[in-house]
């Protein structure tokens, strides 16, 4: 049981993490990326959203607009005047349509037609528009407006990635990254769940909550994903080391993107490897993990997870003072610690993940 005093450590709104990858060039290589425009009527729209066909990707912050910014985009439509266009990306499994740029003008559509603009749990009626619409919602529209909105076009732009054949949704994690105009830049772990959303996705979901990784990250959960993305690197890398390279962000999206239905690795497999291994790091080395200094380090995070978890792997730890030991040696060694703070470029990341190894591989 995690006592209040264990708590009090991580116990804010979130974690500043040290991470030397956020710096990185995220594109390494070039695309080849086709692209085709589909015309689709408001109603279609609204339709295929609601039967998810298009996906919507949902962030903790969400819609942003106002009323007042979605009425007059529905007015826009009911005037005729011409509206910028939205970017999908068709998912090659499903067939489904995942919504790249256009998310904010696609949830006012689906708001009015359900006639409740969420945000604020009122009922949507269109506000600080021409006084011909002033007050009006989906239902209430003179029949030959309504049938005017319907008919609208929405002009999609919907992409395929040709080259690199290997992993098809890398230049869609990049458009996506670049062309999103919700107000804030979005995080990586945001963009791939959205991207690479399915089994994967929903169970590391599920294992941020275990009790003991809440204590040592936060007890509050990052808004922006973070302590998602350390879950997956942790994956990433002890599967993955070998084939390694930089930049970590890019080798986290495709492990994810590969591993997203979990036919690389099973959820019981992935399970048991992480809470065995966060439960056993918790209980000898307690909220102090991976922090050589007051935050919490990524690459620290990494190479005891990854050193922990390859020991544990020839059986259970139960000498915990000498793991303590061996952990705060490890985190002295001038070596390590150059590993650590350097770039994830291959050598370093490959260096600090071995030395941990080794430090904790004769632990009884």
């Given amino acids: 049981m995690i006592t209040a005093n264990q708590q009090s450590m991580s116990n804010n709104s979130d974690v500043e993490v040290e991470d030397q990858d956020e710096t990185e060039e995220s594109l390494p290589l070039k695309y080849s990326i086709s692209s085709y425009g589909a015309d689709y009527p408001v109603d279609s729209v609204?339709?295929?959203?609601?039967?998810?066909?298009?996906?919507?990707?949902?962030?903790?912050?969400?819609?942003?607009?106002?009323?007042?910014?979605?009425?007059r985009f529905i007015e826009s439509l009911l005037l005729g005047l011409p509206v910028p266009g939205i970017f999908l990306a068709r998912d090659l499994d499903t067939n489904k349509l995942l919504v790249i740029d256009g998310q904010q003008r696609l949830k006012s559509l689906q708001y009015f037609y359900d006639g409740h603009f969420e945000p604020t749990g009122q009922e949507f009626t269109l506000k600080g528009v021409q006084s011909e619409f002033e007050g009006k919602s989906y239902q209430t529209l003179l029949e030959e407006d309504r049938r005017r909105l319907d008919d609208s076009i929405i002009h999609a732009t919907v992409i395929k990635q040709d080259e690199p054949k290997d992993d098809d949704s890398s230049s869609v994690y990049h458009v996506f990254e670049r062309l999103n105009t919700g107000?804030?830049?979005?995080?990586?772990?945001?963009?791939?769940?959205s991207i690479s959303r399915g089994a994967f996705n929903d169970l590391i979901k599920t294992l941020n909550k275990n009790e003991a990784w809440r204590s040592i990250y936060s007890i509050r959960k990052s808004p922006r994903m973070k302590d998602q993305e350390l879950i997956l690197r942790f994956f990433a890398l002890y599967f993955r080391l070998d084939t390694y390279k930089k930049p970590l962000k890019g080798f986290l999206n495709t492990y994810m993107h590969d591993n997203r239905r979990l036919k690389l690795q099973s959820a019981e497999v992935l399970t048991n490897l992480f809470t065995v291994t966060i439960t056993k790091i918790y209980e000898c080395i307690d909220v102090r993990a991976f922090r050589p200094r007051r935050t919490l380090n990524a690459a620290v995070f990494d190479a005891v997870m990854v050193g922990v978890a390859r020991r544990l792997?020839?059986?259970?730890?139960?000498?915990?003072?000498?793991?303590?030991?061996?952990?705060?040696?490890?985190?002295?060694?001038?070596?390590?610690?150059?590993?650590?703070?350097?770039?994830t470029d291959e050598r370093n990341v490959e260096r600090r993940i071995t030395l941990a190894t080794e430090a904790f591989a004769d632990i009884e």
């Fill in 46 to 71: 609204v339709k295929r959203i609601k039967n998810s066909d298009i996906i919507i990707p949902s962030f903790q912050r969400g819609y942003v607009w106002t009323l007042t910014r979605a009425s």
């Fill in 183 to 193: 107000g804030v830049s979005l995080q990586p772990q945001e963009i791939r769940a």
């Fill in 313 to 343: 792997a020839k059986g259970d730890i139960v000498n915990c003072e000498m793991m303590r030991d061996k952990y705060e040696n490890l985190l002295q060694n001038p070596e390590f610690i150059t590993a650590t703070d350097a770039s």
